[in-house]
């Protein structure tokens, strides 16, 4: 089995294959999801000092602060699950 890693930015890399969910801190429900995470340790900040631009939710339940947008880090994941397509010249 081939690891893939996904940059979540700043140096940072997630297992993509442990990914569950790539979501926008700014609802509620997201908030209380990170302080939970915090309480529980399970809480991983990667923003580098930035501010929180997207939630990583991993099969873990580990929550990942990354400090670039939610869609950005979507499309890195979906060119890496499909690297035929990157490659395509339009």
């Known amino acids: 089995m081939e690891i893939k890693l996904l940059n979540i930015g ?3 890399t997630v ?5 569950v969910a790539i979501v926008s801190p700014a609802s ?3 908030k209380r999801l990170k302080e939970d995470a915090k309480q529980a340790n399970k809480l991983i900040d990667a ?3 930035r501010r929180t631009r997207a939630i990583i939710i991993t099969d ?5 602060l ?11 994941l979906t060119s890496e699950s499909h690297p035929k397509d990157a490659n395509l010249i339009k």
């Open 15 to 19: 297992i993509a294959n442990r990914v």
């Open 66 to 76: 990354s400090g670039v947008q939610a869609e950005t880090i979507a499309q890195r």
């Open 47 to 49: 923003t580098m000092g």
């Open 10 to 12: 700043f140096g940072n």
């Open 28 to 30: 509620a429900p997201m």
């Open 60 to 64: 873990s339940d580990h929550i990942i």
